[in-house]
């Protein structure tokens, strides 16, 4: 399991157990920063906690499920943080395995999103245990789908999230994924 994922103009930084812990329980503690070569002035996960309110009881339990958890998305450019993505667990016992990002406002609409997404699917189709890479989006989140259609994933049906209501759901095989992307980039 790589700690930093690098895609042409991104770096994703696995957050350590502790720090995750930290940024959920005492968000504005400084430490989380210390020795690290960059910064977070939009304040993402700060602000909004986001998924950490799911993912830090997971932790709490096992701090192995950790290196499927969450990454900051840092811009290689300026070195500051501009979202997040995380999948939501471990490979489920189909193999099926969900992600979620967000993206600090003023930089969507510049291929990060497609770009993070990318770099995260392109490691976890080479896990063992993944078959399914599987992503949920409000039929209103235009962007969203946008891209995920974009990657050609397959509609499979909708389902009701707690937290964020109706969902649709897309299905792409780590199989067809490692066939359709997995070349392209090997040469890059």
Known sequence: MPHVIQTERLSLFLIEPAELIALYEDPTNEWIYDKKSFTN???VLVKN???LQ?????IKKDQNLNRWFVRWIVLKETQEIIGS???HGKPNEEGMIEIGLGIEDQFQKKGYATEA???MWLWVIGEPD???LRYTV???NGPSVAIIKKFGFTHIGQQMDEADGPEEIYEMTAEVFRKKYFKDNEKS
Do not use: D, H, K, M
């Open 41 to 43: 002035p939009y304040g």
């Open 54 to 58: 799911w993912r830090v009881p997971q």
């Open 138 to 140: 409000s039929a209103t």
């Open 85 to 87: 993505i995380s999948f």
């Open 49 to 51: 906690s986001g998924p």
């Open 130 to 132: 993944v078959e399914i």
């Open 117 to 119: 997404l990318l770099g």
